[in-house]
T-cell receptor
């Protein structure tokens, strides 16, 4: 099993540009989470999906952030326009609804907005 | 608002020492508490606890949940330099399946 796959691993972009982060969950998992990690705020949940449906997006910072899950094997997190304060490591994780609460994390995308 | 608080924030020990990490929580309708280890990259799963008083063990690591005290501890005995990491605690509520994380404890094990 390849685990949760995220791309790109690193992204450096200029303020104002659009950024798209991608995630492929573990095959058979039907719950997908987007987290953001910074030194100041730790690991924060941005949004999560069950069976491709957004369940809780209360952690999404503002309208500049959006997330989609068009099918069971792919999700995107988009930031438009990006700002320097969005610099962080973004993790995607997946789990099985009703199959225990253990979530598996991808390797993360380190985003730097200059 | 749900809260998960970990202590200490960080600690430095020497190889062979024993380490005890704490996680306390304030959530409604608690279901489970999970421990993760994060080295340079992704958090990796260590334990999941749902019942009070039952110790989970894996090698030199062990963990126990106290639902009365709304807390959990993670113990690492005979520490090694490879135990240096951030240890994260997360809580899951009965309704839904999202993990709410604490701020983590950074452990540095010196040779």
């Amino acid at each position: 099993d390849a685990g949760v796959i995220q791309s790109p691993r690193h992204e450096v972009t200029e303020m104002g540009q659009e950024v798209t982060l991608r995630c492929k969950p573990i095959s058979g998992h039907n719950s997908l989470f987007w987290y953001r990690q910074t030194m100041m705020r730790g690991l924060e949940l941005l949004i999560y999906f069950n069976n491709n449906v957004p369940i809780d997006d209360s952690g999404m910072p503002e309208d500049r952030f959006s997330a989609k899950m068009p099918n069971a094997s792919f999700s995107t997190l988009k930031i438009q326009p990006s700002e320097p304060r969005d610099s962080a490591v973004y993790f995607c994780a997946s789990s099985i609804v009703g199959g225990g609460d253990k979530a598996f994390f991808g390797q993360g995308t380190r985003l730097t907005v200059v | 608002e749900d809260k998960v608080v970990q202590s200490p924030l960080s600690l430095v020990v020497h190889e062979g020492d024993t380490v005890t990490l704490n996680c306390s929580y304030e959530v409604t309708n608690f279901r489970s508490l999970l421990w993760y280890k994060q080295e340079k990259k992704a958090p990796t799963f260590l334990f999941m606890l749902t019942s009070s008083g039952i110790e989970k063990k894996s090698g030199r690591l062990s963990s126990i949940l106290d639902k009365k005290e709304l807390s959990s501890i993670l113990n690492i005995t005979a520490t090694q330099t490879g135990d240096s990491a951030i240890y994260l605690c997360a809580v899951v509520k009965a309704a839904g399946n999202k993990l709410t994380f604490g701020g983590g404890t950074r452990v540095l094990v010196k040779p």
